[in-house]
């Protein structure tokens, strides 16, 4: 794929203090004469023949018949696309302390867009596959995007060692060209004369997507060197855009939703001013609506069923939906100098959904997988780097260094799982509805759990053997850092 990008952007941002408020507002400017690009094409009409070149030389005769009725014509296309759009934001907000120990912050956004289904220079109206039938009108720039915020911050008790925190927002982003961009490619001049290669279309109803942000959390100093804090974070995300895959087009609408929820707890202090520690841990669900593929607040490739979008079987886990994290890190200045740093990460299994050739969910005993119903492996690994600053002088200093990666060379897989069921190492007795394994020809492995179709996919070299692609085998490297 082609992408050609030309940004420009004037953005002006004011502030004043007055009495007990500090107001602000500005406004966010950003010019993009040139987004466009290209998906795969064929410059001219491609003929496939049934046989390879040598055939053909041995048999001559062959190739005028095999050209009348045996090859496969590809037309030529235009997998071009070109743009030229503006984005506005304007904001104003204050920040407003009523009391020594209470702050309340409010505002509000406004974001809009120009010629943003303009592509080609030509509307959604020139869009050869409106005579499908299956939309009404075509699609206009959103102007309702007003975003509100509040958030408060109030300190307790005379002590001053404990805050707590809330807020609430709406955040809007929209359309970025990956979801539908063969709508704008279906507008160009190839594609008029021609009729477009995949015909697509977007929903009149356009909304851009936004979402609903709340959290809220207390901060406690327990002690001059030691602080901890804990923080509920709700995001609901809204008007995500998805496609509909009818027989006559696909037609992309902007209806999806998704929800996350997190609780994240930190600690952070430092021991005798020579080892210091950070530790967070969040625990959060995250779900979607989707076919095969689920994203927060994104782009998901679209719906099994276009008559039915909101299928029980099509709401599940989204890719982002980590049960459990851990992340501790430490610094420790160790006896001689020298500076020991360790980074431990842990994280529980991502989901994955199997799928058949064909873009579908698998039916697995005659009942048909739900979204991102899998899990692949916990990741973790650790990272340590030692060093051993040396001051040259007042001004130089000398630090050579050695980094050591993950530390226990632990194979990690992640959610990097075979999802297509025709690709399995261990085939399959029917790709329609799968009942057993068949690693002979008898094929006498009844299917009795999913976990018996979890196959790790190979790639990016295979470092530990097939299915490791997140992360990377043991590794170190030493370097020198010089600091003037």
């Given at each position: 794929?082609?992408?050609?990008?030309?940004?420009?952007?004037?953005?002006?941002?004011?502030?004043?203090?007055?009495?007990a408020h500090t107001p602000r507002f500005g406004v966010n400017f950003i010019h993009e004469p040139v987004l466009s690009g290209a998906l795969s094409a064929n410059a001219e009409t491609l003929v496939t023949f049934p046989q390879d070149?040598?055939?053909?030389?041995?048999?001559?005769?062959?190739?005028?018949?095999?050209?009348?009725?045996?090859?496969?014509?590809?037309?030529?296309?235009?997998?071009?696309?070109?743009?030229?759009?503006?984005?506005?934001?304007?904001?104003?907000?204050?920040?407003?302390r009523l009391t020594p120990s209470l702050t309340v912050n409010y505002g509000l956004r406004y974001d809009t867009t120009f010629g943003l289904f303009i592509a080609s220079g030509r509307s959604q109206a020139f869009n050869p596959a409106l005579s499908t039938g299956l939309v009404d009108g075509i699609p206009h720039d959103y102007r309702k995007a007003f975003a509100p915020r509040l958030g408060i911050a109030k300190t307790l008790g005379g002590s001053q060692k404990t805050v707590i925190r809330a807020g609430v927002g709406m955040y809007y982003n929209d359309l970025a060209q990956n979801g539908w961009v063969t709508a704008f490619q279906s507008v160009n001049t190839w594609s008029i004369i021609n009729g477009p290669t995949k015909p697509s279309l977007i929903d009149p109803n356009y909304h851009t997507p936004y979402a609903l942000h709340a959290t809220a959390g207390v901060q406690h100093a327990i002690n001059a060197n030691w602080m901890f804090s804990?923080?509920?974070?709700?995001?609901t995300g809204m008007h995500g855009y998805r496609d509909y895959p009818f027989p006559q087009a696909s037609v992309f609408r902007s209806d999806n939703r998704s929800a996350y929820d997190g609780m994240?707890?930190?600690?952070?202090?430092?021991?005798?001013?020579?080892?210091?520690?950070?530790?967070?841990?969040?625990?959060?669900?995250?779900?979607?609506?989707?076919?095969?593929?689920?994203?927060?607040?994104?782009?998901?490739?679209?719906?099994?069923?276009?008559?039915?979008?909101?299928?029980?079987?099509?709401?599940?886990?989204?890719?982002?939906?980590?049960?459990?994290?851990f992340v501790i890190a430490g610094t420790f200045h160790v006896p001689a100098g020298f500076v020991l740093s360790l980074l431990g990460q842990a994280e529980s299994a991502r989901p994955f959904t199997l799928t058949t050739p064909d873009g579908t969910r698998a039916v697995v005993n005659g009942v048909e997988t739900t979204l991102d119903d899998m899990r692949g492996s916990p990741y973790v690994q650790f990272d340590m780097r030692v060093s051993r600053p040396v001051q040259l002088g007042e001004r130089w200093a000398?630090?050579?260094?050695?980094?050591?990666?993950?530390?226990?060379?632990?194979?990690?897989?992640?959610?990097?799982?075979?999802?297509?069921?025709?690709?399995?190492?261990?085939?399959?007795?029917?790709?329609?509805?799968?009942?057993?394994l068949c690693p002979t020809p008898a094929c006498n492995v009844p299917i009795t759990s999913l976990n018996q179709l979890r196959f790790p996919a190979g790639a990016l070299g295979d470092f530990f053997g097939p299915g490791t692609t997140v992360g990377i085998p043991f590794a170190a490297q030493l370097g020198v850092k010089l600091s003037f």
């Open positions: 794929m082609l992408r050609n990008q030309e940004k420009y952007q004037l953005r002006y941002d004011v502030s004043h203090v007055s009495g070149p040598v055939y053909y030389l041995a048999n001559p005769t062959q190739f005028t018949t095999d050209y009348q009725n045996g090859a496969v014509f590809t037309p030529a296309s235009d997998g071009s696309f070109s743009q030229n759009v503006q984005r506005l934001g304007l904001y104003a907000e204050d920040s407003w804990a923080d509920y974070t709700r995001e994240s707890l930190h600690l952070q202090g430092n021991i005798a001013h020579r080892v210091n520690l950070t530790a967070n841990y969040t625990l959060s669900s995250a779900k979607t609506w989707g076919c095969v593929l689920g994203e927060l607040f994104d782009y998901v490739n679209g719906v099994c069923n276009p008559n039915d979008a909101f299928a029980p079987g099509d709401y599940g886990p989204s890719g982002e939906d980590v049960r459990h994290r000398l630090t050579p260094f050695a980094e050591f990666f993950n530390l226990f060379n632990r194979n990690n897989p992640g959610a990097f799982y075979v999802t297509d069921i025709s690709a399995f190492p261990v085939p399959v007795n029917n790709l329609a509805n799968a009942t057993a």
